[in-house]
């Protein structure tokens, strides 16, 4: 059963930083490319970053582009996100999946960015 557990949100000042964690488990993590995602209020869910199995190539959407930092460790089972130069617009709930997604996601972690 797969499962996706994501941490590391919280309430930061605009110009800070954060660091998402998210621990998969359930399937062969090491094979899957990640992606995180993210979904404002009012919004659809959009991938913001994604990183190959063998973190070969990372992309990121032009929106975060220089800011956010995809990374993985497939011993650990967790794909990590950094998040620098943070903005009221990057406010949402982030979450982790493979890269396309899977059916299932976790709770996600809330991200607040205050002006």
């Known amino acids: 059963q797969v499962q996706l557990v994501e941490s590391g949100g919280g309430l930061v000042q605009a110009g800070g930083s954060l660091r998402l964690s998210c621990a998969a488990s359930?399937?062969?993590?090491?094979?899957?490319?990640m992606g995180w995602y993210r979904q404002a209020p009012g919004k659809e869910r959009e991938l913001v970053a994604h990183?190959?199995?063998?973190?070969?190539?990372?992309n990121y959407a032009d929106s975060v582009k220089g800011r956010f930092t995809i990374s993985r460790d497939n011993a650990k089972n967790t794909v990590y996100l950094q998040m620098n130069s943070l903005r009221p617009e990057d406010t949402a709930v982030y979450y982790c999946?493979?890269?396309?997604?899977?059916?299932?996601w976790g709770q996600g972690t809330q991200v607040t960015v205050s002006s």
């Open positions: 999946n493979t890269q396309p997604p899977r059916g299932s």
């Open positions: 359930g399937f062969i993590f090491g094979l899957n490319a």
């Open positions: 990183i190959t199995w063998s973190s070969g190539t990372t």
